[in-house]
């Protein structure tokens, strides 16, 4: 299984930014965010059955993960931006497709993409 991320960059605090990350197969699917001399954090997760989202409370409102199974591509859309927000994002894919659930543990995920930088500046 071969992820790829893109879509980072620089933005200004307030903007958008929409990554995107490349997938082919069933998989459940999630977004996560490692800021320098931090721990990878969870950011938005996405279940293969049903399509249920589940978000950090940090992008709660702003960020929205989505998926589209036809081009086998993952997304994160990200508005109202905060410096907090600075980091390299990854995406994270899991075959078990049975496990409807929050997934948001580096644990619950077996494939990941080589992350994209996002800064967002003040």
């Known amino acids: 299984v071969q992820l790829q991320a893109f879509g980072g960059g620089l933005v200004q605090a307030g903007g958008s930014m929409r990554l995107s990350c490349a997938a082919s197969?069933?998989?459940?699917m999630g977004w996560f965010r490692q800021a320098p001399g931090k721990e990878r954090e969870f950011v938005a997760s996405?279940?293969?059955?049903?399509?249920?989202?589940y978000y950090a409370d940090s992008v709660k409102g702003r960020f929205a993960i989505s998926r589209d199974n036809a081009k086998n591509t993952l997304y994160l859309q990200m508005n109202s931006l905060k410096p907090e927000d600075t980091a390299v994002y990854y995406c994270?894919?899991?075959?078990?497709?049975?496990?409807?659930?929050?997934?948001?543990?580096?644990?619950?995920?077996?494939?990941w993409g080589q992350g994209t930088e996002v800064t967002v500046s003040s």
């Open positions: 994270a894919a899991d075959t078990r497709i049975w496990r409807i659930a929050r997934m948001s543990s580096v644990n619950d995920y077996t494939y």
């Open positions: 197969g069933d998989y459940n």
């Open positions: 996405i279940s293969w059955v049903g399509g249920t989202t």
